[in-house]
């Protein structure tokens, strides 16, 4: 049996050359420069190296912070 689908979900930006010259543009401006040699292991010694430990969980407990907070007011 066939369906028709009426909620079809259609990308909104249509022209992804416009939107790669923008981000270049962003990207020079701010002075980002891609890694190509960057790995999860270099990215977890750098966060170490700063004093971010993994298992403290920060990242995770402030979006469910953000997410609730108001809640119950």
């Known amino acids: 049996m066939a369906t ?3 909620d079809v979900k259609r990308p909104r930006l249509v ?3 416009w939107l ?4 270049a543009e962003q990207d020079a401006r701010t002075g980002f420069e ?3 040699a960057a790995t999860p292991q ?3 010694a750098m966060m170490l190296r700063d004093g971010v430990h993994p298992e403290d969980n920060a990242l ?4 469910i ?3 609730y907070e108001g809640e119950g007011d």
């Open 4 to 6: 028709k689908t009426t």
């Open 15 to 17: 022209d992804k050359k």
């Open 20 to 23: 790669r010259e923008k981000l």
């Open 34 to 36: 891609l890694d190509r």
């Open 42 to 44: 270099k990215a977890r």
């Open 60 to 63: 995770s407990r402030e979006v």
């Open 65 to 67: 912070r953000l997410r």
